[in-house]
T-cell receptor, first 115, second 110 residues
C-alpha cells in the first residue's frame, strides 16, 4: 500500500526561527507536493517536485523553500518562521502530475505552531 | 479567487439519512473531479471521483452527480453512518494542478 510519512507530527517554533518539515514516500512516485491546510481555505499548494534535485513553486510559495534530495524525500523549509505560517502541512505523492493523477497519496500531516 | 466552492461548510445528519454535499466550479476546462475524505488527525484520502464525460458515479453508498452545464456536482452519502463523520473535499482539475475546495465537515449523529 502507498505510504507517505511525515515528521515531526507536530512542532512548536519561535518567530524568526528556522523550521524543516520532512516527508518520505515509499510509493516510487516521481511527483511530490507540499500543501498547507487552514480552516476555511482547504488545501493550498506550496511547492511540488517531479524529479530529485528540482522543485517548483505552487500557489503560495512565499516564505517557503523546498528540497528534493532524492526520489523518496521531500522537505519544506521555513527560513524565518512567522505567526502566519501556523497551519497543518501535508505532504503528498503521485505517479502523475497533480491534476492528471488518479490519486494523491497524503501523509498524516504536521501541525506547526509558530509563537 | 476561489475556483472550487463547497457548501455547506458543515452538515449534521442522523444515522440512516442521506447527506448531500455540494460543489461548484468556475473553470469550464475542468474535467476531473475527485472527492477526498479526511478524518481528524489524518491526511485526506481519495473517496470517489468522476470525469466530465459522465453525469453519475456510484461506489457503494457514495454517489457523485455531475451537471456540466451548471458547473455543479454533489456527493450523496446514503444510509449515513457515524463512521462517515469526516471532512469532505471536492477538487477539480483540467490540467496539471488539482484545485481543492474548502471542505464540508460532516457529522453523523447516532
Amino acid at each position: 500500500e502507498a505510504a507517505v510519512t511525515q515528521s515531526p507530527r507536530s512542532k512548536v517554533a519561535v518567530t524568526g526561527g528556522k523550521v524543516t518539515l520532512s516527508c518520505h514516500q515509499t510509493n516510487n512516485h516521481d511527483y511530490m507536493y507540499w500543501y498547507r491546510q487552514d480552516t476555511g481555505h482547504g488545501l493550498r499548494l506550496i511547492h511540488y517536485s517531479y524529479v530529485a534535485d528540482s522543485t517548483e513553486k505552487g500557489d503560495i510559495p512565499d516564505g517557503y523553500k523546498a528540497s528534493r534530495p532524492s526520489q523518496e524525500n521531500f522537505s519544506l523549509i521555513l527560513e524565518l518562521a512567522s505567526l502566519s505560517q501556523t497551519a497543518v502541512y501535508f505532504c503528498a505523492s503521485s505517479d502523475e502530475l497533480g491534476g492528471s493523477a488518479e490519486t494523491l497519496y497524503f501523509g498524516s500531516g504536521t501541525r506547526l505552531t509558530v509563537l | 479567487q476561489q475556483q472550487v466552492r463547497q457548501s455547506p461548510q458543515s452538515l449534521t445528519v442522523w444515522e440512516g439519512e442521506t447527506a448531500i454535499l455540494n460543489c461548484s466550479y468556475e473553470d469550464s476546462t475542468f474535467n476531473y473531479f475527485p472527492w477526498y475524505q479526511q478524518f481528524p488527525g489524518e491526511g485526506p484520502a481519495l473517496l470517489i471521483s468522476i470525469r466530465s464525460v459522465s453525469d453519475k458515479k456510484e461506489d457503494g453508498r457514495f454517489t457523485i452527480f455531475f451537471n456540466k452545464r451548471e458547473k455543479k456536482l454533489s456527493l450523496h452519502i446514503t444510509d449515513s453512518q457515524p463512521g462517515d463523520s469526516a471532512t469532505y473535499f471536492c477538487a477539480a482539475s483540467g490540467g496539471w494542478q488539482l484545485i481543492f475546495g474548502s471542505g464540508t465537515q460532516l457529522t453523523v449523529m447516532p
